[in-house]
């Protein structure tokens, strides 16, 4: 047996991390960095928070706050222009995934030519990157640990991937008092963003056993704390727990990479704008439906790992999680994709597109046609 796992980010955890940032900006004797957020961590107060530890390490700083849902190549080189103006050494993202995303793609450009389209696809960033800080307040993308920034070409009408470990947060402060602010909509969306992340990497065709590891434990965590921290935000205990499901998983994805769900995910934020977590909420429970015929087996381990023991026939258990995950979206509100102004007109179109997304190449069950995709949205409609 051979296999390589990744892990990169020093990772400050609990409540109260927050107040490590000034020391942790100083070990890196840093001139200036950018402080990167967008409106929603402003108005909950969080980035003056940040700004302020910021402040106590001394450097100067810059801030970029036009951060936008499901970041675009546009946004992107308009704020890595403000950095080099700057002359920013380091960044500092605060937020949820397109915050810290958003500082992944502008660091790639502060240390390799081009612009950031050039970069779309894996192990293409050539340079190492400058030190970068990331502080989720969300518990869903992971990306504050992954090796992905994902992005909009709204020229080509694609949402993209950045896959390298060079643009891996240097440092992780993960405050689960953070997320206490977020609301219960976006807690749901975010949360079924990480539980996708933890089935799709267990059963993708690159999983190893760390990986693998990372994903049943994610799940196991994730899957027990949503409904109790969707009930109750004030719920510290769910909200650690949920932050700390979100980082095991991104242990396992961003390793073992992820599958049709985000395919399809993919192309419903690139056409229609869709928030990442709810695109992949809705369509979950089909996919992991449809991949079941391939992976009866991890479809049953999957479903072990919830508290389903079922029969103790994989093939008899496959639909156990499945089954399970519809029925949390549903306690969820999870809207279908009607509900989110999706038109049965469009699945053709959204077909076409799916097929052509990298990611299906590491989905166990392979060999996707355009009439299976439609028969998904159909489901998920």
């Not at 689960?176 to 065709?205: C, F, K, W």
Request: proline share 3%.
């Amino acid at each position: 047996m051979s296999f390589n796992f990744f892990v990169k980010s020093n990772i400050d955890f609990g409540r109260g991390a927050l107040n490590d940032l000034s020391e942790i900006i100083k070990g890196y004797s840093l001139k200036s960095v950018m402080v990167v957020y967008d409106g929603g961590v402003k108005a909950a107060g969080i980035a003056d928070k940040v700004v302020s530890e910021v402040e106590k390490s001394g450097v100067s700083y810059c801030i970029f706050d036009g951060v936008i849902p499901n970041p675009t190549n546009d946004v992107v080189e308009e704020a890595a222009v403000i950095a080099k103006e700057a002359n920013v050494e380091g960044f500092v993202a605060v937020g949820g995934g397109s915050s810290i995303d958003l500082a992944k793609a502008v660091n790639v450009l502060m240390t390799n030519e081009g612009r950031i389209g050039e970069y779309g696809g894996i192990g293409m960033v050539k340079n190492p990157c400058l030190p970068l800080i990331a502080i989720p307040t969300t518990a869903g993308t992971s990306s504050e640990i992954t090796n992905v920034s994902a992005l909009i070409d709204t020229e080509k009408v694609i949402k993209y991937v950045v896959i390298d470990n060079n643009i891996v947060a240097s440092d992780v402060i993960a405050d689960p008092e953070l997320t206490r602010t977020v609301p219960q909509s976006v807690t749901a969306a975010t949360g079924m963003d990480a539980i996708t992340h933890a089935v799709e990497s267990y059963i993708s065709n690159m999983a190893t056993p760390l990986t693998e590891y990372n994903a049943l434990k994610g799940l196991e965590i994730l899957y027990n704390n949503l409904p109790k921290v969707c009930a109750n935000g004030n719920d510290m205990d769910a909200r650690e727990q949920m932050m700390l499901g979100c980082i095991i998983t991104g242990f396992s994805f961003s390793n073992a990479n992820l599958g049709l769900v985000h395919g399809i995910a993919h192309t419903l934020s690139a056409h229609f704008g869709l928030a990442h977590g709810m695109a992949n909420a809705c369509v979950l429970p089909y996919v992991m439906r449809y991949n079941a015929e391939s992976c009866p087996d991890k479809m049953a381990d999957l479903a072990r790992a919830i508290g389903i023991e079922g029969s103790g026939d994989a093939e008899k258990d496959k639909y156990l999680l499945a089954d399970a995950l519809l029925d949390l979206t549903k306690k969820l509100e999870i809207r279908t994709l009607e509900e989110q102004g999706i038109s049965r007109d469009d699945f053709d179109m959204l077909a076409n597109d799916v097929l052509n997304e990298p990611v299906l190449g590491f989905n166990p069950r392979q060999g996707i046609t355009k009439e299976d995709v439609i028969a998904i949205l159909e489901e998920a409609f």
